[in-house]
């Protein structure tokens, strides 16, 4: 029996020692589609966990209910994702009419009723194009933020006012209008937040909207084809369709 379990220990360690081998060897990115009811965090440790790995980046988090293609980066790669969050995005963005949220969204409290009636979709159209497309500043809603300097204010002993974020939108469609619901396909250059884009797109309209869903098509080249679903998460899969940026001039030696 102690001959046995000796036996089977050494095979597990050397298991052990060769997928910590292939870990560190491990280099690329990866688009993967994250469905809706996972958090980025808990997407990451996934990911960890299948690779074997200690780290892996993102090019760009979705919050818990959005879904769409996110890129990773795992071994020296990790540094690439620093260019991709640089790059082209799309997105489906569907909003309602009529009703604000703390959050900007629907997973936030009510705490604006406004008519809508008067809104048409050509209005919705003109508003989008003269307001919004080119280089646009957004505030994050404020209750995430103020949970966010809650936690952190014990540590820093002050409260630390919001940051816009200043981002490039290059086109933006109406692809649905039926009031009061809409959908819009928002094309970017880096970073946004779509649920900014909504309650300020019913602010201008003089009356008030929230993000209902949230999809990113698209992330520089990696959409929907590209992309690894959950069922294909398995380390070998990832292994075997790493995308190799070796002439990318942000990547360099350690």
Not at 30 to 46: A, H, L, Q, R, V
Not at 139 to 148: D, E, I, M
Not at 226 to 241: P, S, V
Request: hydrophobic letters at 35%; charged letters at 20%; proline letters at 5%.
């Amino acid at each position: 029996s102690s001959g046995i379990n000796a036996e089977y220990g050494a095979r597990r360690g050397d298991w052990n020692c060769v997928r910590m081998a292939v870990a560190k060897t491990l280099y690329g990115v990866f688009p993967i589609y994250k469905p809706s009811g996972y958090s980025t965090n808990s997407i990451m440790k996934i990911l960890k966990n299948n690779l074997g790995v200690d780290k892996i980046s993102h090019s760009g988090g979705l919050n818990k209910y959005a879904e769409g293609i996110m890129v990773m980066g795992v071994g020296r790669a990790t540094k690439y994702n620093h260019a991709i969050q640089k790059h082209s995005r799309m997105y489906l963005v569907r909003g309602v009419l009529g009703v604000a949220t703390t959050t900007y969204d629907s997973d936030g409290d009510y705490c604006k009723v406004s008519p809508y009636y008067h809104i048409t979709e050509k209005l919705m159209n003109e508003a989008l194009n003269e307001l919004f497309v080119g280089k646009v500043y957004q505030s994050p809603p404020a209750v995430p933020t103020l949970r966010f300097l809650q936690r952190e204010r014990s540590s820093i002993g002050a409260i630390i006012p919001r940051k816009q974020l200043e981002t490039e939108i290059t086109k933006i469609d109406i692809i649905d209008f039926d009031p009061p619901s809409f959908q819009l396909h928002v094309y970017t250059i880096g970073r946004i937040h779509p649920c900014s884009l909504i309650h300020d797109l019913g602010e201008t309209l003089e009356s008030a909207a929230h993000l209902s869903h949230l999809c990113r098509v698209k992330q520089g080249d990696f959409g929907f084809r590209q992309a690894l679903h959950f069922y294909d998460w398995e380390g070998q899969t990832i292994q075997n369709n790493l995308y190799l940026p070796e002439n990318d001039p942000e990547i360099t030696d350690p």
